[in-house]
């Protein structure tokens, strides 16, 4: 059993950093292989054929691509992510700095999306056909139909234009500073916007995760034997529920640490979405790579863990 | 001493007719289809003949929905913008469903080695954001309607294949496949006439949702600057051309605002509907 | 549980964002675009960085409103009879930012980094004009200054500055102002590589505001120099706030969040000059947008058609209904407010009969689906454009409808700005509607698009007409300014007899900020109005 775990853990750590390198390379080649560079953007309006072609030499871009990968890809391995083109920034400082604004946003519309949605959702399956479901599956319903730019731009119209409630934009207050609850004031329409899409989402989820189990044979045993609805319900039902929901959760990843591109361009958030749409306009090669690998290697480890966390947990699952 | 009787068997059809909200969407999915199909005849006007004097007026008898910057029709550019979301939608909902059946169906059907390895394929394509992989292929590579729907389908393909997959997994192990393979049938034979029919109802509803995120995908694209570009009209684009006039002529931005909303919701219905219709528990109750 | 480490969650990232504090008055925000590339006037070209270097470095002269030179750093200068020498007298006791005194060394260490090949910036040709330019400037083997028998730029005394031309040129004077020819300290630059320096990132300068904080893509905050040889600014701190989107701008403005923006949605103007606690400001610029074609490519090659063009489009409209009236309508190269203008060349109004009746004449035969046809091939072709700008995209998109009532299809080919630039100065384009930033003076941007020896540069459209070769050269080599008027304007009608464009406008600066600053002065240049920014005070009204 010992040596098969390690062999198993090996491998899929194996598989991992296999993938890692493998979109790595793939998202490299496309992005020297399309037209433009980030000359035209470094020099502006004041372009001249002889600047370019300096800014191209400087930066390395007239080196083969297997080359140029080779360079990015053992600086990284050391953690030295470049240097951004069109700033000179090192690009891992670049993403430290904008970590903690797209978290404050992510994690705060995750956190509010799953608290609302989850007892939603439970009623919805539990209350089945009644008022309950009709209205939390409705408003579900619209959630996930709505365009999450469309809500975020409404949002502003409505609170910070009419009623001059809320600010429209940016990360803090400028005249308010240390208040906090100024801070809160600017995250409450951004957090919203994403929350409520990702509300909806995990409600219809939710919803439909805990039908599927409600209905499974055990549960009617478990009811013919007699036990009360909420025993069942909360025992047994929602635990296996969760599961896929935790799955659903574990999708959303990439844009908890990726950043939500369209939230954060409508209320002109400082994250990592907006870093990373920025550095795509501007070819700023460094800065994507940089990004892409630190959502990849995220998104892949948390993957890896939980795998191995099944396997750990459950006896039934066979190492391959 | 239940309610329904087991030999009654009222068609899925009849049951997803009593099923209120999914005709719901149906019908609104049936005027979009219409709409983007036949654009140029209803299109009251031509959806790019401006009129410079004509800019900005608010809807009226002769501009039943209003006039743009450009002093084009609103209402005949709503009409005609379906027609891109539809062409886009299909085209990427039509890509994305052949990709994620064929490879989740196999996945499913063999299992093992074969399922384990197409499974990491797909987590690859899991673990890059969204939005950040579409951008790239655009931003780089042109906006075109192909391309756009090109990289539509690479993003939505992996969450289509897992469904189909858990679900002939699941029906891989029923007695009429292991009958079929006992008689003989090839593997080809087996997905193709047993696995993906009885598949089609999970295709058919992921077809139905997965059209609406295309529209939802498609229009934040426009957003950013990507997707359609003029003169052709998308809800998306018209959306962003608009909402500099928010404040001042708010009908361009938010008729194809409330376009976008009410299709995806329609797309979003009809494919609830159709789930609950096709899912045998549910029978012999009407909602 | 959640809840807690929400709330744990939220506390820590909250505590890693670093604050401001603000007074009413004292502080100025200004509303950025985008974010600035990098502060050294030396190398950096694009417009945020010119806005942001404008408070932070002095050049040796500065214009006025009606775009005369005064002294800066330059207290005074003599210029030679034979317009060759410019000898400067520098002001004294100007220190820079950290302290240390300013020399002509600066001078001389700032404008010899231009001149360097190393050194990657655009800016070189504007000093094409000094002794030594084509040995310097070399691609292969460039001399030093020091190998020249003649050196272009003479230290004479710690606060005398000698300029050698090689022609006597007119435009010397102005192209020694900002925001190209900022000065930068010798003693921090000395021997450091320009282009990447973290000088860049942290610039010291004889400004009258000093970088404090710069959070990339967020903000720029200045403090007031109170060394500043003109006197300290009124204010206290310039803010420079990063907000992409203009709608979000505008309503960061009307919420209060920045008290300064440019370039507001056209239709929105009205709205805000009503509005009682903002103020709109309006500034003649240079830059003018254009609809453009390869001169070489056929059918562009007759001038009957490219006339034809001219009248098929309804400029005055245009200007009217898109921009609201704020642009001056474009003649040629040079805007109505520079000297060199000359308001006998008028353009060709808007008649689209005329214009298909030129085409006609031309050879064109309307086709079977009402697109013009000659010898077997329709006429239509691609227009390429950024795709981000709006005016350009809404300007393109008119075009395209006028053109087709006459028979001309035009396929829009809206694309990104990296990839815009790379085929535009690799001439692969059939049109274009673009613009050029220009310059107050004549003399840059003239010569450097239409002269027929540029066609590896600005004129990517390959336009070749000797006489205006001519014309260019002769403005180019006097230093009177009558002289030069007069070339410019056997220019200007030479040009609009070929119709290589249709010139279209020269849209206007709008700026709205908040009632309560005074002291802005909207100067005719690119970005002029930043010049300003140290008289702007707070009177509370």
């Known amino acids: 059993m010992e040596s098969g775990l390690r062999t198993y853990v090996a491998k899929r750590v194996g598989f991992a950093a296999l993938m890692l390198v493998g979109v790595s390379m793939i998202l490299f080649t496309i992005m020297r292989l399309a037209p433009g560079g980030p000359e035209a953007v470094l020099i502006g309006g004041e372009f001249s054929q002889e600047a370019a072609a300096q800014i191209r030499q400087r930066l390395g871009l007239d080196r083969p691509i297997a080359l140029q990968y080779l360079g990015w890809a053992a600086a990284a391995v050391r953690g030295d992510l470049g240097r951004s083109f069109k700033t000179g920034d090192p690009v891992g400082a670049l993403i430290l700095d904008r970590l903690g604004p797209t978290l404050q946003l992510t994690a705060g519309a995750l956190v509010l999306a799953l608290a609302v949605a989850i007892p939603l959702g439970v009623l919805a399956a539990v209350r089945r056909g009644t008022i309950w479901d009709t209205l939390g599956s409705a408003v579900a319903l619209f959630g996930v139909s709505f365009p999450s730019f469309w809500l975020g731009i409404m949002l502003i119209l409505m609170f910070s234009e009419v009623f001059h409630l809320l600010p429209p934009s940016g990360l803090s207050e400028y005249g308010h500073e240390t208040d906090v609850l100024a801070r809160l004031r600017h995250a409450i329409l951004p957090t919203l916007t994403l929350g409520l899409i990702q509300m909806a989402s995990f409600m219809r989820f939710t919803r439909s995760s805990l039908l599927e189990v409600l209905r499974q044979d055990y549960v009617r045993t478990a009811r013919a034997k007699g036990l009360g609805g909420g025993t069942v319900v909360w025992r047994h039902a929602l635990r296996n529920a969760l599961i896929p929901v935790v799955t659903v959760v574990g999708l959303s990843l990439p844009t908890l640490v990726g950043g939500a591109v369209l939230t954060e361009t409508v209320f002109a958030w400082p994250g990592i979405g907006r870093l990373a749409v920025g550095a795509v306009f501007e070819r700023d090669y460094p800065v994507i790579m940089g990004v892409n690998l630190m959502v990849s290697t995220v998104v892949i480890t948390a993957n890896l863990l939980t795998d191995l966390a099944y396997c750990a947990i459950d006896p039934r699952i066979s190492y391959r | 001493m239940t309610g329904e009787t087991r030999t009654e068997r009222p068609s899925a059809l009849r049951h997803f007719a009593r099923n209120r909200r999914g005709l719901l969407g149906g019908v609104v999915v049936a005027v979009m289809i219409v709409a983007g199909t036949f654009a140029p005849v209803l299109a009251p006007h031509s959806y790019s003949t401006q009129s410079l004097l004509n800019r900005l007026k608010p809807p009226s008898a002769a501009h039943w929905l209003g006039t743009d910057g450009f002093g084009r029709d609103v209402l005949s550019r709503v009409i005609w913008g379906s027609r891109v979301s539809l062409e886009i939608g299909l085209l990427a909902t039509a890509l994305s469903l052949v990709v994620g059946t064929a490879v989740g169906s196999v996945a499913g059907y063999f299992g093992g080695a074969v399922d384990t390895a197409i499974m990491r394929a797909a987590d690859v394509f899991l673990s890059v954001p969204a939005l950040f992989l579409i951008l790239i292929v655009v931003a780089l590579f042109g906006a075109s309607l192909t391309n756009t729907a090109l990289v539509i389908a690479l993003v939505t393909w992996a969450p289509v294949g897992r469904v189909v997959r858990s679900e002939c997994l699941s029906l891989s192990n029923r007695d009429f496949v292991h009958a079929a393979a006992a008689l003989g049938a090839g593997h080809a034979r087996i997905l193709a006439r047993h696995l993906l029919v009885n598949a089609l109802p999970i295709v058919i509803v992921q077809a139905s949702l997965l059209l609406g995120q295309t529209i939802l995908i498609e229009s934040g694209l426009s957003y950013l600057g990507l997707g359609a570009q003029p003169p052709l009209p998308s809800w998306g684009n018209m959306v962003v051309e608009g909402r500099q006039f928010l404040a001042s002529a708010w009908w361009i931005a938010t008729f194809p605002g409330l376009a976008i909303f009410v299709t995806v919701l329609g797309f979003n219905l009809f494919g609830d509907g159709l789930r609950d219709a096709s899912d045998p528990t549910l029978r012999g109750r009407s909602s | ?541």
């Not at chain 3, 030679?80 to 005194?101: A, E, I, M, N, Q």
């Not at chain 3, 190998?147 to 000698?162: G, M, W, Y």
């Open chain 3, 1 to 541: 549980m959640i809840h807690a480490i929400a709330l744990a969650l939220l506390a820590v990232v909250l505590g890693l964002t670093p604050t401001l504090g603000l007074a009413a008055g004292k502080d100025f925000v200004i509303g950025l675009s985008g974010d600035a590339t990098s502060l050294n006037p030396v190398v950096a070209t694009d417009g945020q960085s010119y806005i942001a270097e404008w408070p932070l470095f002095d050049s040796l002269v500065e214009l006025d409103q009606t775009l005369n030179v005064k002294p800066l750093l330059a207290e005074s200068w003599e210029v030679s009879r034979d317009g060759l020498t410019y000898t400067f007298k520098l002001k004294r006791g100007v220190k820079w930012h950290d302290g240390k005194p300013f020399t002509a060394r600066d001078v001389a260490f700032t404008f010899y980094a231009v001149l360097d090949p190393k050194v990657t910036t655009p800016h070189r040709a504007y000093f094409d004009a000094l002794a030594g330019f084509p040995e310097l400037t070399a691609k292969e083997n460039p001399k030093r200054p020091e190998e020249l028998a003649v050196r272009p730029i003479e230290v004479v005394d710690d606060h005398t500055v000698r300029f050698r031309l090689r022609y006597p040129s007119g435009s010397f004077l102005a192209v020694l102002t900002n925001p190209r020819a900022g000065i930068v300290p010798e003693h921090l630059l000395k021997g450091a590589d320009l282009n990447t320096a973290e000088f860049n990132r942290k610039p010291v300068g004889t400004g009258p505001f000093k970088l404090v904080e710069w959070r990339r893509g967020e903000r720029l905050v200045m403090e007031a120099n109170d060394q500043y040889h003109a006197g300290r600014p009124a204010l206290d701190r310039l803010i420079m706030r990063i907000i992409p989107d203009s709608v979000v701008l505008l309503q960061e403005l009307r919420a209060g969040g920045v008290d300064f923006m440019e370039n507001p949605p056209l239709t929105e103007v009205a709205r805000l000059k009503q509005t009682p606690n903002l103020k709109v400001l309006v500034a003649d610029n240079t830059s003018y947008t254009y609809f453009g074609w390869r001169q070489d490519l056929a059918p562009f090659t007759d001038v009957r058609v490219r006339r034809a063009l001219y009248h098929a489009i309804d400029v005055p409209s245009i200007v009217r209904e898109v921009l609201q009236g704020y642009a001056a309508i474009s003649t040629g190269q040079f805007p109505p407010s520079s000297w060199a203008f000359d308001p006998s060349v008028k353009p060709y109004a808007y008649d689209p009969n005329r214009a298909k009746a030129l085409l006609a004449e031309a050879g064109f035969k309307p086709g079977p689906d009402g697109v013009l046809v000659k010898d077997g091939k329709r006429f239509s072709f691609s227009v390429r454009h950024d795709q981000a700008n709006q005016s350009v995209k809404d300007t393109a998109v008119i075009i395209q409808e006028y053109l087709k009532r006459v028979g001309v299809e035009v396929q829009l080919e809206p694309l990104d700005w990296p990839t815009f630039v790379k085929k535009l100065f690799a001439s692969e384009f059939e049109g274009i509607v673009v613009g050029w930033t220009n310059h107050h003076d004549p003399d840059p941007f003239a010569y450097t698009i239409w002269h027929s020896s540029q066609w590896k540069g600005r004129n990517f459209a390959h336009y070749k007409n000797a006489r205006v070769d001519e014309a260019l050269e002769a403005a180019r080599r006097t230093g009177n300014t009558a002289e030069r008027k007069k070339h410019y304007a056997e220019f200007s009608k030479l040009l609009m007899e070929d119709a290589p464009y249709v010139f279209l406008y020269f849209p206007q600066q709008v700026y709205v900020t908040r009632a309560g600053y005074e002291g802005f002065v909207p100067i005719p240049t690119f970005a002029g109005i930043y010049q300003s920014l140290k008289a702007v005070r707070w009177t509370g009204k």
